[in-house]
């Protein structure tokens, strides 16, 4: 009896078993650089959305006459309490640079927050040196969101 048939056949199915290992495992990697991108994006839009509706509402508190102090306060903290998941969320997923911006957007909003729980109103030069300096960063923000996610699919 020959074994070169019996080895050429051995061979041929660790060659076959070989293949279908690799094309298995790149689209598993393919699969999960897929669903780490949509993760991140779902993030970044979250964390976008969150504080452009503080802004907002941080802006409307403002222009609202007639609030007492203790009243001010706890709608300009109620306007900021849902940031906070989202940006935590971001700094454990996103790369650093989109997290020093991100950072660094979040600070401008809680600056607004807190000028707005003193008393600052909606056509005070103060609120709107804050909302103009945050309107910049989270453009920068977007953009280095954006940047990330781009760099993913080139």
Same mark, same amino acid.
Not at 59 to 72: C, W
């Given at each position: 009896m020959t074994w070169i048939p019996l080895l050429a056949t051995l061979v041929g199915a660790v060659i076959a078993m070989g293949s279908a290992l690799l094309v298995e495992r790149r689209? $598993? !990697?393919?699969? $999960?650089?897929?669903? *780490? #991108?949509?993760?991140r994006r779902q993030l970044?839009?979250?964390?976008? =959305?969150d504080h452009a509706q503080a802004g907002?509402?941080?802006?409307?508190?403002?222009?609202?006459? #007639? /609030?007492? =102090?203790?009243?001010?306060?706890? !709608?300009?903290?109620?306007a900021y309490a849902h940031c906070y998941t989202s940006r935590h969320e971001l700094e454990l997923l996103a790369p650093s640079a989109v997290v020093a911006l991100a950072e660094e957007c979040s600070g401008a909003v809680r600056m607004m927050r807190d000028a707005v729980s003193a008393g600052a109103r909606i056509d005070s030069d103060q609120l709107?040196? /804050?909302?103009?300096?945050?309107l910049d960063? +989270? /453009?920068?923000? +977007? %953009?280095?969101? +954006?940047? %990330?996610? *781009?760099?993913?699919?080139?």
């Open positions: 689209k $598993t !990697q393919r699969e $999960t650089t897929v669903e *780490w #991108g949509r993760t970044y839009a979250r964390f976008l =959305a907002s509402d941080l802006r409307n508190i403002a222009a609202t006459p #007639g /609030l007492d =102090a203790s009243e001010r306060y706890q !709608q300009t903290r109620a709107e040196e /804050l909302t103009r300096r945050y960063l +989270r /453009l920068q923000t +977007r %953009d280095a969101m +954006r940047s %990330d996610i *781009w760099s993913d699919n080139a």
